[in-house]
Nanobody
């Protein structure tokens, strides 16, 4: 059973920063992604990283502000979020592919495993 556990969410003022973490149950050589879902809205893609961490892709809404990285030795991925805006408020989910050595995946149906989500709230 693959488990993804997110942490690092919270309440922050606009312009502030947060770093989300997602620890996997020993899975390190798989493509990962971050998605988010705001109240009343559909889940949307945020960022993707390939299995080795040398390739990333971001939604236009977060490009230049968010950085996706990974530490395969710790089986953990990170989403550094800077210059946060109120519209970044959402539940953030990490997701993992089931195919080893995968490339970038930007669609939710390309992922096989999901975390429980962590709330990020940005106040003005």
């Amino acid at each position: 059973q693959v488990q993804l556990v997110e942490s690092g969410g919270g309440l922050v003022q606009a312009g502030g920063s947060l770093r989300l973490s997602c620890a996997t149950s020993g899975r390190s050589m798989y493509a990962m992604g971050w998605f988010r879902q705001a109240p009343g809205k559909e889940r949307e893609f945020v960022a993707a990283i390939n299995w080795s961490g040398d390739s990333t892709y971001y939604a236009d809404s977060v490009k230049g502000r968010f950085t996706f990285s990974r530490d395969n030795a710790k089986s953990t991925v990170y989403l550094q979020m800077n210059s946060l805006k109120r519209e970044d408020t959402a539940v953030y989910y990490c997701a993992a592919d089931n195919r080893p050595f995968g490339g970038l995946r930007i669609r939710h149906y390309e992922y096989d495993y999901w975390g429980q989500g962590t709330q990020v709230t940005v106040s003005s």
